[in-house]
Antibody, heavy 126, light 109 residues
Framework: EVQLVQSGPEVKKPGESLKISCKGS????????IGWVRQMPGKGLEWMGI????????RYSPSFEGQVTISADKSNSIAYLQWRSLKASDTAIYYC???????????????????WGQGTTVTVSS | EIVLTQSPGTLSLSPGDRATLSCRAS???????LAWYQQKPGQAPRLLIY???SRATGIPDRFSGSGSGTDFTLTISRLEPEDFAVYYC??????????FGPGTKVDIK
């Protein structure tokens, strides 16, 4: 079974660092782009960025560039989302999701996110 | 940045009704790059449609997608009780900012 399993809920204070994880199984992890999506309390979905674990090619939404770091350990089939200094506004559920893509020469095209993790709740409060 | 607008914000229908959800883009996108998701309370989103009209694996055929350019539609032919949820469209035409629409909530009338 293809699945993404995320790390458990986190409660942190403002200014603390955090790294959450997303472990893939049932498929060739290095060969699929993995992305992260934020959902703030009671709000909609926001796409944050993606990584190709095979070569660590990473792309960020301008809204999140510099605010978070996306990384991956292809040997262990894990993707990560990291903050250096959390803010209260980072309180949200974070989902990882596998992207459907195709490669055309040096360009990738993306079509949807077909496998989702269960979500990690991050609460930042003093 | 491509902005997606979804309408209506809320759709109140009964089981067995037909649901028509709209997603409008601020600029033209290839139909290949438009997807729809369903999200139920407390659950992760689920991919329904990609490429504007292709059903994802395991999605019932009562769900269909259509559209091109700036106007896209998700249709649920006959609502089942499990279809009452929030539906999001997403575009992949503007890398690396793959924006979502704000969502349409389909609730029970």
């Amino acid at each position: 079974e293809v699945q993404l399993v995320q790390s458990g809920p986190e409660v942190k204070k403002p200014g603390e660092s955090l790294k959450i994880s997303c472990k893939g199984s049932g498929y060739t992890f290095p060969s699929y782009w993995i992305g992260w999506v934020r959902q703030m309390p009671g709000k909609g979905l926001e796409w944050m960025g993606i990584i190709y674990p095979g070569d660590s090619d990473t792309r960020y939404s301008p809204s999140f560039e510099g605010q978070v770091t996306i990384s991956a350990d292809k040997s262990n089939s894990i993707a990560y989302l990291q903050w250096r200094s959390l803010k209260a506004s980072d309180t949200a559920i974070y989902y990882c999701a596998r992207h459907i893509s195709s490669r055309w020469y040096d360009n990738y095209h993306f079509y949807g996110m077909d496998v989702w993790g269960q979500g990690t709740t991050v609460t930042v409060s003093s | 940045e491509i902005v997606l607008t979804q309408s209506p914000g809320t759709l109140s229908l009964s089981p067995g009704d037909r649901a028509t959800l709209s997603c409008r883009a601020s600029q033209s996108i290839s139909s290949s790059f438009l997807a729809w998701y369903q999200q139920k309370p407390g659950q992760a989103p689920r991919l329904l449609i990609y490429g504007a009209s292709s059903r994802a694996t395991g999605i019932p055929d009562r769900f269909s997608g259509s559209g091109s350019g700036t106007d896209f539609t998700l249709t649920i032919s006959r609502l089942e009780p499990e279809d009452f949820a929030v539906y999001y469209c997403q575009q992949f035409g503007s890398s690396p900012l793959f924006t979502f629409g704000p969502g349409t909530k389909v609730d029970i009338k």
